[in-house]
């Protein structure tokens, strides 16, 4: 979806009892895969795939995470990740999220930054480099 003249991929978010804590919410950490989906189903969204960066050598692993929790989930809550591209510089990226609750109200932000590695020897390189057309596609739908 375009969102004033950026992309944004939501997913639902299926909330497990496992999922939460002494508390009755959703664990803390559990966010953070709650962004890996956002972020799995941002790039599906645009036409590539993760596993297939993988196939031809790489891996974007992550370099840096921050969330903010605004509201919890409870099991039993209808939840949505949303994900767009915060900043593609050539060299890293930055997904930007948010995570709402069936009442469209933010439950948690956040930002993960990633890089672009070798598979064989974890090098950095560049990922405008080893995926031009993906770069350019992220380019065009970052924000601005």
Same mark, same amino acid.
């Given at each position: 979806?375009?969102?004033?003249?950026?992309?944004v991929? /939501?997913?639902?978010?299926? &909330?497990? +009892?496992? %999922?939460?804590?002494m508390?009755?919410?959703?664990?803390?950490? $559990?966010?953070?895969?709650?962004?890996?989906?956002?972020?799995?189903?941002?790039?599906?969204?645009?036409?590539?795939?993760?596993?297939?960066?993988?196939?031809?050598?790489y891996f974007?692993?992550?370099y840096?995470?921050?969330? /903010?929790?605004?509201?919890? &989930?409870? +099991?039993? %809550?209808?939840?949505?990740?949303?994900?767009?591209?915060?900043? $593609?510089?050539?060299?890293?990226?930055?997904?930007?999220?948010?995570?709402?609750?069936?009442?469209?109200?933010?439950?948690a932000?956040?930002?993960?930054?990633?890089?672009?590695?070798?598979?064989?020897?974890?090098?950095?390189?560049?990922?405008?480099?080893?995926?031009?057309?993906?770069?350019?596609?992220?380019?065009?739908?970052?924000?601005?």
């Open positions: 979806m375009l969102v004033e003249n950026y992309f991929s /939501t997913r639902e978010i299926q &909330l497990y +009892y496992a %999922d939460t804590d508390m009755g919410v959703i664990y803390h950490a $559990n966010y953070l895969k709650f962004f890996e989906l956002g972020r799995t189903g941002f790039i599906e969204d645009l036409g590539y795939s993760y596993l297939a960066m993988e196939e031809s050598g974007a692993p992550v840096d995470i921050q969330i /903010t929790y605004k509201k919890p &989930l409870r +099991y039993g %809550d209808k939840s949505f990740v949303k994900t767009w591209v915060e900043l $593609n510089d050539g060299i890293k990226t930055i997904y930007g999220y948010t995570i709402v609750n069936g009442d469209d109200e933010v439950c932000e956040g930002k993960s930054t990633h890089i672009i590695v070798k598979k064989d020897n974890f090098r950095p390189t560049s990922f405008k480099k080893a995926f031009p057309e993906w770069y350019l596609k992220y380019e065009e739908m970052k924000k601005k």
